[in-house]
């Protein structure tokens, strides 16, 4: 398992190279000119060269490049054009906040999303399998500005029980999470549904019935635990997209985590905040399915990673 871990590791850094490389040509795609935003709208033509040279904007993109990942492997992400900020403090503040919102979402869509898709595997066809999957259905269709605009009329607006945004308190939390999750949820109890009815066919599980096992033992023991590969599969895939992809939550929530502040460096053309954070991202989502392989050998033993 260790040399497994261990090549896995080492297949991360040409993966992280070629994600760099492209993530840098995106970057500078995007049109506008950072120089002229660091400058200011009324700032001479003068002026702009000036700020790009000072930022190193004026060199050829291969070499930006290569002073970008020479300074990484220094632990250096850069300065925030933006703020003036090292980038590693932005995301010091932003980080953590972005990770616990990841966590309590992932958390309750997992259990809330196996507790639904089993009970309707157990009751297929009767009515706790039909509401079960209208609620799936409902998560999976609901987009999540439009569930978060209504959490936030509902539950702020009318009932002032949470607010509206920002990251005080365990209250400011519970509409994003809901939000962010609602889509993970939905998807994983229709996976545990359908897992969990292929895994009930089994050969193993009409032996196990037929040796006088209870139900119970027959459900727990045997048939949830094999029908739980596949979805870990969707949940740690889905747990990468979280940890990168809560733009748009943190955005409606006005939540000062890691998806907003991508979204506002990209609006200011901040390349060093946009670089890392992309790579930062990369490096989650690797290491995420990297923790889903190793959970395969634990859920099967018969599975061995050499």
Known sequence: MFQYILKRIIEMIPLLLVVSILTFLFIHMIPGDPARLVAGKDATLEDV??????????????KQYVTFMGNLFKGDLGTSLKTGLPVSNMFADRFMPSIYLTLLSMGWALVIGLI???LSAVFKNKWPDHLGMVTAVSGISLPGFWLGLILIQIFSVQLGWFPTGGAEGWKSYVLPSITLGAGIMSMLA???????????????????????????????????????????????????FLLGGSVVVETVFSFPGMGRLLIDSIAFRDYPVI????????????????????????????????
Request: proline share 3%; net charge positive; hydrophobic share 45%.
């Open 275 to 306: 670089q890392s954070a992309l790579l930062l991202f990369s490096i989650e989502f690797i290491l995420v399915n990297l923790i889903v392989d190793i959970l395969y050998s634990t859920l099967n033993p018969k599975i061995q990673y050499e």
């Open 49 to 62: 060269n000036r700020v790009s040279i000072e930022l190193g904007l004026d060199q050829p993109i291969w």
């Open 116 to 118: 639904i898709g089993t």
């Open 190 to 240: 229709r996976f545990t549904r359908s897992s969990l009815l292929e895994t009930l066919k089994a050969d193993f599980i009409r032996t196990g019935r037929a040796k006088g096992l209870k139900e119970s033992s027959v459900l727990t023991k045997h048939a949830l635990r094999n029908s739980l590969i596949p979805v870990v599969t969707i949940a740690g895939l889905q747990f990468g």
